[in-house]
C-alpha cells in the first residue's frame, strides 16, 4: 500500500526555520517525483516545490525560492523540506505528493498521484 506521512510541522516565529519530512512506504523512491504542496483554508493549493529523485533536479516556487531547500534520502526513502527564514504568509498545511511524472510540471492540477494527509505549519509576527 502506497503511503505518504509528513512530519515536522508546528509554530514558529517569523524567521525562525522548520524541517518538514515526508516518509514514503509502498514504492520505489526513484520512481517518483515528489512535491510539497500547501493550503489554506478557504484558498486553492499551492505548489510549493519538488524534486526528481532520480536526477535531482528541484523546483520552486517564487515565494519560497531561496528560502525553501527541498531534498531526498532515497535509501531512507524520505524526502525533506527545510524552510528557512519563514514568514507569516507560510503559515499552511503542508502536504507531500508522489507522481509517476515530471517534476518539472508539479504545479499542474492532476500530477499527484498519491498524497500524504498533511502538517500544520503555523508562523507567527
Known amino acids: 500500500e502506497v503511503q505518504l506521512v509528513e512530519s515536522g510541522g508546528g509554530s514558529v516565529q517569523a524567521g525562525g526555520s522548520l524541517r518538514l519530512s515526508c516518509a514514503t512506504f509502498g514504492f520505489i523512491l526513484d520512481d517518483y517525483a515528489i512535491g510539497w504542496f500547501r493550503q489554506v483554508p478557504g484558498e486553492e493549493r499551492e505548489g510549493v516545490s519538488s524534486i526528481s529523485t532520480r536526477d535531482g533536479s528541484t523546483y520552486y516556487a517564487d515565494s519560497v525560492k531561496g528560502r525553501f531547500t527541498i531534498s531526498s534520502d532515497n535509501a531512507r526513502s524520505m524526502v525533506y523540506l527545510q524552510m528557512n527564514t519563514l514568514k507569516p504568509e507560510d503559515t499552511a498545511v503542508y502536504y507531500c505528493?508522489?507522481?509517476?511524472?515530471?517534476?518539472?510540471?508539479?504545479?499542474?492540477?492532476?500530477?499527484?498521484?498519491?498524497w500524504g494527509q498533511g502538517t500544520q505549519v503555523t508562523v507567527s509576527s
Open positions: 505528493a508522489a507522481s509517476k511524472g515530471d517534476a518539472y510540471y508539479y504545479t499542474l492540477s492532476n500530477w499527484a498521484d498519491y
